[in-house]
């Protein structure tokens, strides 16, 4: 059965897309803990992130690298960290989360809400700030 994010990769399931190439996909994490929280996705389906390929382990992180530099400038934050837990989802991925202070990294914090309206906005503000 295909994970959740393999249907988003299929187009099966919309989702708000930030950057996408040949192997990753970046997009508003829908259940966020801080504005600006953005998942990145391998296209290949693999359940835990030390069980991809070599290459796509090296290669994530320089997806992830312009668009994690983006959401630092485009919101009020110390830095963007990295967050890998993988157990709500049987498919590799990595959270950007924009951090100030240890619990904003904590996924199990209130989640934040936002009309579609504002996660365009907020695409639209990382993207304007990707190098």
Same mark, same amino acid.
């Given at each position: 059965?295909?994970?959740?994010?393999?249907?988003?990769? #299929?187009?099966?399931?919309? !989702?708000?897309?930030?950057?996408?190439? %040949?192997?990753?996909?970046?997009?508003? %994490? $829908?259940?966020?803990?801080?504005? /600006? *929280?953005?998942? @990145? @996705?391998? &296209?290949?389906?693999?359940?835990?992130?030390?069980?991809?390929?070599?290459?796509?382990?090296?290669?994530?992180?320089? =997806?992830?690298?312009? $668009?994690? &530099? #983006? $959401?630092? &400038? #485009?919101?009020? !934050?110390?830095?963007?960290?990295?967050?890998?837990? /993988?157990?709500? +989802?049987?498919?590799? *991925?990595?959270?950007?989360?924009?951090?100030? #202070?240890? /619990?904003?990294?904590?996924?199990?914090?209130?989640?934040? &809400? =936002?009309?579609?309206?504002?996660?365009?906005?907020? $695409?639209?503000? @990382?993207?304007?700030?990707? +190098?």
């Amino acid at each position: 059965m295909a994970s959740i994010f393999s249907k988003i990769i #299929a187009g099966e399931i919309p !989702c708000y897309k930030i950057a996408e190439n %040949d192997k990753f996909l970046a997009f508003l %994490d $829908i259940f966020p803990v801080q504005k /600006g *929280h953005t998942l @990145i @996705i391998p &296209k290949v389906e693999t359940d835990k992130i030390f069980d991809l390929p070599d290459g796509y382990l090296s290669e994530i992180l320089v =997806f992830a690298k312009p $668009i994690a &530099k #983006a $959401i630092e &400038k #485009a919101f009020a !934050c110390n830095r963007v960290n990295i967050l890998t837990v /993988g157990l709500e +989802v049987p498919h590799a *991925h990595i959270h950007l989360l924009p951090t100030t #202070a240890p /619990g904003d990294v904590d996924l199990s914090q209130p989640k934040l &809400k =936002f009309t579609p309206e504002e996660f365009a906005e907020i $695409i639209k503000t @990382i993207q304007a700030n990707i +190098v």
